[in-house]
């Protein structure tokens, strides 16, 4: 039932921009804090921040969300090739996973 649709990504240089958008169903979406989750090829899974707190790329990620469209946004700025993984949102904060359940995903890769 949960329905986590990631979409935004693409190839973009070093120093360029890309908005991420979570579209989320299933759920009370305003009831949850949402995060967003980054692999990078060969690496776990790295926490960049829920729409409570922002952690491994503060000043340069920003994490928003709109409660009316249920849908949950990632602005990255000043991209590094470091960045370039498959980004996840998630339902919950930094610990948890409040349904265990990820979408499928959006790709970005930062390279010249």
């Known amino acids: 039932e949960v329905q986590l649709v990631e979409s935004g990504g693409g190839l973009v240089q070093p120093g360029g921009s890309l908005r991420l958008s979570c579209a989320a169903s299933g759920f009370t979406f305003g009831s949850y804090d949402m995060s967003w989750v980054r692999q990078a090829p060969g690496k776990g899974p790295e926490w960049v921040g829920s729409t409570y707190y922002e952690d491994s790329v503060k000043g340069r990620f920003t994490i928003s969300r709109d409660n009316a469209t249920n849908t949950l946004y990632l602005q990255m700025n000043s991209l590094k090739p470091e960045d370039t993984a498959v980004y996840y949102c998630?339902?919950?904060?930094?610990?948890?996973?409040?349904?265990?359940?990820w979408g499928q995903g959006t790709q970005v890769t930062v390279s010249s």
């Open positions: 998630v339902v919950g904060g930094r610990l948890t996973n409040s349904f265990g359940s």
